[in-house]
């Protein structure tokens, strides 16, 4: 089993309260099992013997967000979240797994899409002429969230990119990164679907890979380098590092403001992964007469939405919705009139919980107003 990998922490944490508080999803449901502790004790008696993988615990296992404020919060280096992935990759090697979880899997590998949605679809709702070249200096990498449920930020990105004059194109083949199916238990397919898509991008053969999903970001970062792949020559960077580059150039000047105040949402993986706290607030410290305020819980203890893969809203919509009313009650008490964050998925997740008064934007979206 993989989980004894992580036994450290699995021994650690099903002992240990301190991170209960600030539990995500243990929060929203009130449940101890959908605590760290919870999970610690759930996967130590598995590991023991004492218990197997019923359908009750692999439920359990799949209502944690991956958010990782646990690992944030904790001061003696556990990893709850890893343990948590081996044990879901333990239950797919057994054929436990929920049948949603299947269902997400079989879309994946059937459509390139979580949702299972025809893969002519991709970019129904952009003008694609022009947008697909054989090779260029910089390739667009949309993803799943922002080419199904959020087009607007693909529309937007791409009016910052022709008012930049770049060298771009899509990819017409493109596909999920392959990390919903890794987040899900199936690592051996989410490496082949890696596998493919990074053919794709080197065959355009650009020199910067830029993209406005944190999920697609990190696994361009962090899961491709693990498994053996990578995109050496190639720079990769979210959309707000691009933004911000491209700013402090003044290749795009940001002039026009479209909210009055503004407060940002840290994500996961831009955030607690890979550190990108500064550049958002830059660029909106940027945009003239506009005010930011912060959030109370903000930069490495932003609250989540269930963000990474954008898996859980499928597998779990009322958690993801009560996690969503959080966030925005936080939002609510800045005075903000817009909430702005920059993951695709989060907006899907925020904009299913209305809220008068409070407007929520990507950040992409803000900067091709600001125009």
Known sequence: MLITDHSTTIDACRFCFMCRHVCTAGIISGKESDTPRGKGLILFKISKGHTDYGPELVDTLYRCCQCGLCETWCKADCHPPAAVLAARADVVAQGKEPAAVRQIKDHLLQTGNPFGL???????????????????????????????????????????????????????????????????????????????????????????????????????????PAWGLDFSGIEVLHATQYLDRLIEQEVVVPRRQSAAIATFLDGTYLGRTHGIYDEPRRILGRIANLAVREMVWSRELAYSCGEPGGVLPLLHPELSRGMAERVLDEASKTGADTLVTSCPATMTALQGVKRPGLAVRDLVEVVADAL
């Open 118 to 224: 025809p893969p002519e679809r991709r970019f129904q709702e952009m003008d694609t002429s022009n947008l697909f070249r054989p090779q260029a200096e910089i390739v667009y990498y949309v993803g799943c969230d922002t080419a199904y449920q959020q087009p607007q930020i693909a529309r937007a990105f791409l009016k910052i990119l022709n008012a930049a004059q770049a060298d771009f194109t899509l990819l017409s083949g493109e596909h999920s990164t392959g990390k919903p199916l890794s987040l899900l238990g199936y690592h051996d397919e989410a490496r082949a679907m890696a596998e493919r898509l990074v053919a794709e991008v080197r065959k355009a053969k650009p020199r910067l890979l830029v993209t406005t999903c944190p999920s697609a970001f990190d696994a361009f970062k962090t899961d491709y």
